[in-house]
């Protein structure tokens, strides 16, 4: 399998798989073209999945950087600064090759949308830039929808040993189509705030979210998010908005809705720079975060993360 590798320019081919045997055969052959030629290599895909690579690549492994993606990548939106660019950036000359993998079968309704919208949006992030990402996609254990959201958001496909480019690519499209509003969450108590009160909202969030059963690290991780995004909403989002805490399939969900719009799709997914000074509050919920999903309009702003009890 070769793909193209002219420095400066990013490449983003989907690979469909239908076994293990292929899956093995075609990503091995990635990585190894890739360390023909000098370039720094990472493979970031389900774990099961880590273990077929490992197993083909023998000797040539030990080349390699692995990473499970269930675990680094449970959260979608922290894929992209927290495994993507935090392997590409440490290699500034030349080209870097990256195996990602987001999306399994595995992946539930509600996380899928992001997942959609963090592999339309890698064209954004690495535009221009001498990076080459192969994204497998299992056709036996996906949906046709996932199949075909794939052929949007990546400029080229894989098939049976072949490259060809996709007509539907259009990966704008993805982000604006999972710019959903986001629906669901049951009657419960909804708190307003203002500047005045984020002491006292984040009080509220916290007491509630530990009788849910969240404790610990867990805990300390809603107060930082809450805390980020509500000072957002004052700072940013018109100056108040409201906050709601419920459970929901084992996970507790936390909601701030605001007047603001986010206009940058890239927001909270790319790292820092060095010595930047704020800006880092949604980076910050997106690192700690099971999964966080998003709704923009002119009518304002939803954001929804999610954290495992």
Do not use: K
């Amino acid at each position: 399998m070769s793909t193209a590798t002219t420095d400066g320019v990013f490449t983003h081919p989907a690979l469909f798989y239908r076994s293990g045997a292929e899956y093995a055969d075609r990503t091995a052959a990635f990585v190894r073209e890739g360390l023909a030629a000098g370039e720094p290599v990472a493979v970031a895909v389900p774990g099961p999945n880590l273990d077929l690579v490992r197993a083909e690549l023998g000797a040539d492994a030990r080349d390699v950087t692995f990473l499970d993606m269930t675990e680094a990548g449970r959260n979608p939106g922290r894929i992209i600064p927290g495994v993507l660019r935090a392997f590409a950036d440490p290699h500034p000359r030349g080209r870097v090759r990256i195996i990602g993998e987001p999306v399994w079968a595995g992946r539930s309704t509600a996380e899928y949308p992001a997942c959609a919208q963090h592999e339309a949006l890698i064209n954004a992030a690495f535009a221009d830039r001498a990076v080459t990402i192969l994204c497998p996609y299992d056709e036996t254990a996906l949906s046709a929808e996932v199949l075909a959201d794939a052929l949007v958001t990546h400029p080229t496909v894989i098939a049976q040993g072949r490259e060809r480019v996709s007509e539907a690519y259009d990966w704008n499209a993805v982000v604006a189509r999972y710019n959903e509003p986001l629906t669901g969450a049951p009657d419960t108590d909804v708190l307003g705030f203002a500047a005045a009160e984020l002491p006292d909202v984040r009080h509220f969030a916290v007491a509630r979210a530990a009788s849910f059963g969240l404790a610990g690290q867990r805990l300390q991780d809603l107060e930082l998010a809450v805390a980020e995004l509500t000072t957002n909403s004052v700072v940013h989002g018109g100056g108040d908005g409201t906050l709601a805490v419920w459970t929901e399939a084992g996970q507790v969900v936390c909601e701030v809705r605001d007047a603001g719009r986010l206009t940058d799709p890239l927001a909270g997914r790319r790292p820092p720079e060095r010595g930047q000074i704020g800006g880092r509050g949604l980076l910050l919920v997106h690192h700690v975060a099971d999964l966080v999903r998003m709704h923009t309009s002119n009518a304002g702003t939803t954001i929804r993360f999610y954290l495992g009890v």
